[in-house]
Structures are given as C-alpha cells and as structure tokens.
C-alpha cells in the first residue's frame, strides 16, 4: 500500500523552526532505560527544551520512594501497571487511572510493589527535606543531562539521547 504523505508545514523560514515529529519505541530490555537513584528505571520519551517538558515513563519493579517534592508545573500521570500513591492523599493509582498534580503541591511517590506509569512534567520539581526546605531542583534539562551521562558512560553513544530533544 502507497501511502501518500503531505508536508503540511509552511512554506520559507518559518517551516525550517517546526521541530519534526517524534516517534519513539519504548524498549522491553530494562537494560536500556536509565537506572536512577532511587533504585528505579527512566525511560524518556521527549524532552522539549524551549517549553521545559519532559514526557517519560517511570518503572519500579520493586518497593521505592521517590523523596517528597514539589513541582513548579502540572504533571499528567497515566498507570501502566501496578499502582503507587502519595501518602499525602486519600488515593491510590492502578492500572488504567489518570492523575492531574497542579503545581505547587508537596507529596512523596511511594510505590508499595511494582508500578509503571507514564508522565508528562511541565517545568521542574524541586526535592524537599524532612521540613519541606528545598535540596535539589530538577527540570527538563537537568533530566536531559543525567539521562546523556547515563547513555554515554553504559555504551549507548554521545548522541543517543538527542533523538528524544525538541
């Protein structure tokens, strides 16, 4: 089947800015996403520079706890599978829940078995201590950065993760 494919972007300088689009597959070998940290593994998907969004899934095969934070944007949150919560709040995210964070709010993700779920953060978060005094700030660049170190030093090439920049 031939499939016709029309360039609907516009005509002179302005088409020579528009990003391409993305399209990325999301590996099954957990030994190609980024290990974090916190025990847990990082698959990104997009990191939109000039907007500061960073569009990834989160994977806990296990128990873990990713510190309490707060986010200076709205994150969207989609289950995959398993479930985690915040002990914050009165709910718990299975599989197939949607969840809206608005900016501004504190909360710790906990993980209480296994959990994978997809994320889309706009801006940053910042890490708070046991008295909500912040300790570490991460943002799309941030995330950008640790995620190049960590292709970069497991073998993947200096340039493997600019597929995922727009």
Request: charge should be negative; aromatic fraction near 14%.
């Amino acid at each position: 089947m031939n499939k016709i494919v029309k360039d609907f972007r516009p005509e002179g300088l302005a088409a020579q800015f528009l990003p391409r689009d993305l399209q990325v597959k999301v590996p099954d070998d957990l030994s190609q996403w980024v290990r974090r940290p916190a025990g847990h593994y990082y698959c990104p998907l997009m990191f939109d520079v000039s907007a500061g969004i960073t569009v990834n899934i989160l994977h806990y095969p296990k128990p873990g706890v990713i510190g309490r934070h707060v986010h200076d944007g709205p994150v969207f949150s989609y289950t995959l599978e398993g479930s985690w919560y915040y002990p914050e709040h009165d709910w718990v995210a299975e599989k197939g829940s949607f969840i809206w964070e608005p900016p501004g709010e504190h909360h710790t993700l906990t993980v209480k078995e296994s959990m994978t779920a997809f994320y889309v953060m706009h801006g940053g978060l910042t890490s708070l201590d046991e008295n909500d005094k912040p300790i570490a700030v991460d943002n799309c660049l941030t995330l950008l950065g640790y995620c190049a170190e960590w292709y970069r030093d497991n073998g993947f090439g200096e340039d493997h993760v600019k597929q995922f920049v727009r």
